[in-house]
């Protein structure tokens, strides 16, 4: 069953906390993703992970960090979130970036700061 | 970089007809365009796609049309049902990143 599972699925954090998302497939998929949703903007990508520990900055990577250390397993990291980190966030992975085939995505994180 | 509009973001269609969707992008070398369906409380699903060596595709009900020229691609939803409503997004790019639009919200009346 082809599948991106991501933990949890809703959140509430205090401003200042540290927030921990987590995201695993079980498609050996080498490129996975963690983008942000926000209303009339779409949706923005914040990392890319390659591989194992081969991460690179999206378009909004201030504030965020991600760690691969399992191909299947790719988290996204805030430390010290911010009252504008408020979002859905979706974890996707791919089998390639570079054969440009499709994206899955999992069903999303909704964090709530306050 | 490249930087991908939606032009409409709410799109009501009555059972039956058609639903077009146009997408516009910048960067000529985006080479891969994708259109994702996201429910209602749910992630985003691929629904179809299409690469820049051609300028049509069909699947079953879905059309999408590229046009490299006036950098614009375009869904087209035939014969609409009523599963057909949810959001729909474009999305343009290749080589690992793709930029989405916002976003189209379409409704299909009974």
């Known amino acids: 069953d082809m599948k991106v599972t991501q933990m949890p699925r809703y959140l509430i954090k205090r401003m200042g906390e540290n927030v921990l998302l987590e995201c695993g497939q079980d498609m050996s998929h080498e490129t996975m993703y963690w983008y942000r949703q926000d209303p009339g903007l779409g949706l923005q990508l914040i990392y890319i992970s390659y591989d194992v520990d081969s991460n690179s900055e999206g378009d909004i990577p201030k504030g965020y960090r991600v760690s691969r250390k399992k191909r299947e397993h790719f988290s996204l990291i805030l430390d010290s979130a911010k009252t504008n980190q408020t979002s859905v966030y979706f974890c996707a992975s791919s089998l390639s970036g570079t054969l440009n085939t499709e994206v899955f995505f999992g069903k999303g994180t909704r964090l709530t700061v306050v | 970089g490249e930087k991908v509009e939606q032009h409409e973001s709410t799109l009501s269609v009555r059972e039956g007809d058609s639903a077009v969707i146009n997408c516009t992008y910048t960067d000529t070398a985006s080479s891969y365009f994708p259109w994702y369906k996201q429910e209602a409380g749910k992630g985003l699903h691929f629904v179809i796609d299409i690469r820049s060596n051609v300028d049509r595709k069909q699947s079953q009900r879905l059309i999408v049309l590229l046009d490299k020229k006036a950098k614009r691609f375009s869904l087209h939803i035939t014969a609409t049902q009523p599963e057909d409503s949810a959001i729909y997004f474009c999305?343009?790019?290749?080589?690992?990143?793709?930029?989405f639009g916002a976003g189209t919200r379409l409704k299909v009346i009974a």
């Open positions: 999305a343009a790019g290749g080589n690992y990143k793709y930029v």
